[in-house]
């Protein structure tokens, strides 16, 4: 219906009445009007914040893709004298001198000169083979004319170089001499030592060097083989991934069962967990855990890699479910049904690095004008605060390390959650945003970030455990996956026994050759009465599996 344009004569003859109605109707429509604008810039502001969130997100994956990977950030040299509310969050100056300013040093004790140290050459070839010395004479022919009345010999000159020897073979043939009675009494064999596997060439050496160049070096056995070739060793990586199948499930569960064992025993444990892919499993991704003891309290240190298709808190039961102590772990929520199920047996520490690396990440990626960045940037610093007041104490006593926690570390602690629990951080924030989840983190994580003030042998993070599984991600970049779960749990115990060798300074080829040949010969024998002096921090071990240049 087309609308009718009222002249000013005709609106002067129109009643009263109707002029009411018509104004009402504008100003009707006029609100209508208005609000479909409300809605329309509303809908606008939930639209800007979603793309600020998205370009966000796409800058921190932009980052993690193509930036730089080094989870340092830059110091403000101004942060140690900020306050965090009414904390400070470090005064060092006046925290160190609190005690009264101490004498000057003198000249002698503050200039120390720098000497070269010497013999250092001669202590690390110490302990390497020797090949017999070469002496390099003058003939005394070439003597007499050089000193024709006489000379007499010096102390020689001595130099020493290094000489590598390729990868090589020696065949080692056995004869086992075979008897017969002449009065049909039957035949008999001489006694020969134990095989590895039935009818095979491997060796302890062999396994050793197979063992090493996969689970210690990283090394693909593809590339291995073909090292071998080159060297006119043929054997094929089928052959050598056989080798590591069986060895581990007929000759390592029970050094296994005893690693588990000590580990248990531990005040402290560090766990983590990372997809790995067996191509035989119908799932897409499978996962191997680590769990590791750093070796306190009396404890040894020990690393155990475990290979499970789940990873739910069904394989924490399975594992741990007579474990008492405390679980170093990062923010996946399995770990803290496990922590309750557990009660009183149980705790479970957070890893502030896991908080603080969700901001780095925003640092990094965006502009450091903005207010997201400012947020990450503000956070980061205060994580460091926390960290370099609890490093002051970091090599004292447990009692003045608990003390110094009590006192100075949980007021920073304090600050950084009243600060990020401020309702008004993430107020109006778009939930898919990166900022907001990393400030969800640390709220959600708070009652197991706070775990480490009340124990001085807790650790601020889980590097530890990172650090044990970053050594099978290299691996498993290097090979991918796994063909079958039995190769995945093989592996899991390989990397178990050669992580655990290093960390107890032994040498994982000499100390695996030795487990396999120690192991041979007690075949007969039950495995608790020998396998404890073959661990890694056994006294027992001999001098040869042990990395003396310390």
């Not at 080798?243 to 766990?271: A, G, N, Q, T, Y």
């Amino acid at each position: 219906m087309k609308s009718k344009a009222f002249t000013e004569e005709e609106l002067n003859m129109v009643s009263k009445e109707f002029l009411v109605k018509m104004y009402l109707q504008l100003a009707d429509s006029f609100q209508q009007v208005n609000r479909q604008l409300d809605a329309v810039q509303t809908q606008n502001a939930v639209l800007v914040k979603k793309i600020d969130a998205l370009q966000e997100n796409l800058a921190v994956l932009t980052q993690q893709r193509f930036g730089r990977k080094t989870e340092k950030f830059p110091v403000n040299p101004d942060q140690y004298g900020i306050d965090l509310g009414d904390v400070p969050v470090l005064n060092e100056a006046e925290v160190i001198t609190e005690d009264g300013l101490p004498e000057e040093p003198d000249m002698e004790t503050v200039i120390v000169k720098r000497r070269k140290k010497k013999g250092k050459r001669e202590a690390d070839l110490k302990n390497m083979e020797s090949l017999p010395p070469e002496y390099h004479e003058l003939p005394e022919t070439r003597l007499a004319e050089l000193f024709p009345k006489g000379y007499s010999r010096l102390e020689d000159d001595v130099y020493r170089e290094l000489e590598y020897v390729p990868a090589r073979c020696l065949v080692h043939e056995h004869h086992v001499a075979v008897y017969a009675g002449n009065n049909k009494e039957g035949i008999i064999r001489a006694d020969r030592p134990e095989r590895l596997l039935k009818n095979s060439i491997l060796t302890p050496s062999l396994a050793a060097a197979v063992f090493n160049a996969k689970y210690v070096n990283a090394l693909p056995l593809n590339r291995f083989s073909e090292e071998l070739a080159r060297n006119e060793i043929n054997i094929s990586k089928q052959v050598l991934a056989g080798w590591m199948i069986k060895i581990p499930d007929r000759f390592l569960r029970p050094v296994i069962k005893e690693m588990w064992r000590e580990l248990k025993k531990s005040h402290l444990i560090h766990c983590d967990e990372t997809p790995f892919k067996v191509t035989a499993d119908k799932k897409d991704r499978s996962y191997m855990w680590v769990y590791h003891a750093a070796g306190q309290q009396g404890a040894r240190p020990v690393f155990i890699y475990e290979y499970n298709e789940k990873r739910n808190t069904d394989v924490l039961r399975a594992s741990l479910h007579d474990y008492t102590g405390v679980l170093m772990t990062d923010g996946y929520q399995v770990y803290h049904t496990f922590d309750r199920e557990k009660g009183n047996d149980l705790k479970v520490a957070g890893c502030w690095i896991h908080a603080r690396r969700k901001f780095a990440e925003i640092a990094k990626s965006l502009d450091s004008k903005t207010p997201n960045s400012e947020i990450a940037e503000e956070a980061i610093r205060r994580i460091q605060a926390i960290y370099h007041v609890d490093n002051m104490f970091k090599n004292s006593s447990a009692e003045e390390r608990l003390e110094h926690r009590k006192t100075s570390v949980k007021p920073l602690v304090d600050a950084y959650f009243a600060w990020i629990n401020d309702p008004a951080m993430t107020f109006g924030m778009d939930h898919s945003s990166n900022t907001y989840k990393a400030i969800q983190y640390s709220r959600n994580q708070e009652p197991f970030l706070r775990t480490f003030l009340t124990d001085p042998a807790i650790p601020l993070d889980n590097n530890d455990a990172e650090r044990s599984i970053r050594s099978f991600c290299v691996g498993k970049h290097n090979w991918h996956i796994a063909d079958t779960k039995a190769g995945a749990e093989a592996s899991g115990m390989l990397y178990s026994i050669a992580e655990t060798a290093k960390a107890n300074n032994l040498k994982p080829y000499e100390y695996f050759k030795y487990l396999l040949e120690q192991i041979l010969n007690h075949l007969d024998d039950d495995p608790s009465s020998y396998i404890p002096e073959l661990l890694p921090w056994s006294d027992s071990i001999p001098d040869s599996c042990r990395k003396l240049n310390m």
